[in-house]
């Protein structure tokens, strides 16, 4: 189920039926056709272990079910969105991040501590996303929010490449993820750039990176 940019803000997506797609709740700008919106806490699939949105207080991200036949655009908070196209590899995102994703596509949730050990814990605490962070896997689109849009940094082998974790939006691929620290002589006498933590991917994939430290 493609989506169409509108511009830089706003996405556009066709469902037909027998088609789901899932989007955050109140994304939804206006639509064409016969299409129904329908409230889904769960997530969509897997049951209580897969719900989107687990954060450290166990919030979950409310969504909505999609269906129908018709046309449909998503937007939210005025942010801007980047659409990801997923060819049977997984996308891990952070649930609030998500503005609309098909309904093929295979929904989970990963322990951070499951990638980088206790420095993924780190991370999450650090970045106040939390210690779950939600997975997309299959053949399908993905919507997601950022602030100031997004670049898509890639990632081979050998050439690891560090962001500051509150720019990060999203990764895919066979990629690991560490939390590293920057501090040195130059920050200790304020001399130097303030990033004292660095996320650190490596493998080979893509990073999503927004254009801003600000939190959606």
């Keep these: 189920m493609p989506f169409r940019e509108i511009n830089s803000k706003v996405v ?12 955050q709740r109140g994304a939804m700008l206006a639509y064409r056709g016969d299409v129904t919106f329908t409230p889904n806490l769960a997530g969509g699939q897997g049951g209580v272990m897969s719900m989107i949105g687990r954060r450290v207080a166990d919030e979950a991200t409310p969504l909505m079910t999609v269906e129908g036949s018709g046309t449909v655009m998503f937007g939210h908070g005025g942010h801007h969105v980047q659409v990801i196209q997923l060819s049977g590899d997984t996308l891990f995102v952070e649930a609030d991040r998500l503005l609309a994703f098909d309904g093929t596509l295979q929904q989970g949730t990963m322990f951070m501590g499951s990638q980088g050990g206790v420095m993924g814990m780190v991370r999450g605490q650090v970045t106040g996303q939390g210690l779950f962070t939600t997975t997309l896997k299959g053949h399908g689109a993905v919507a997601v929010m950022a602030h100031g849009g997004v670049i898509e940094l890639p990632v081979a082998p050998g050439r690891a490449v560090h962001v500051d974790p509150q720019a990060y939006v999203a990764h895919h ?20 750039s303030g990033e004292a933590f660095q996320l650190e991917l490596s493998g080979s994939g893509a990073v999503y990176v927004q254009a801003s430290e600000e939190k959606l």
């Design 173 to 192: 691929g066979d990629v690991r993820n560490r939390l590293s620290t920057a501090l040195g002589w130059r920050d200790m006498v304020g001399r130097g």
């Design 12 to 23: 556009e997506a066709t469902v037909v039926p027998g088609q789901k797609m899932f989007s």
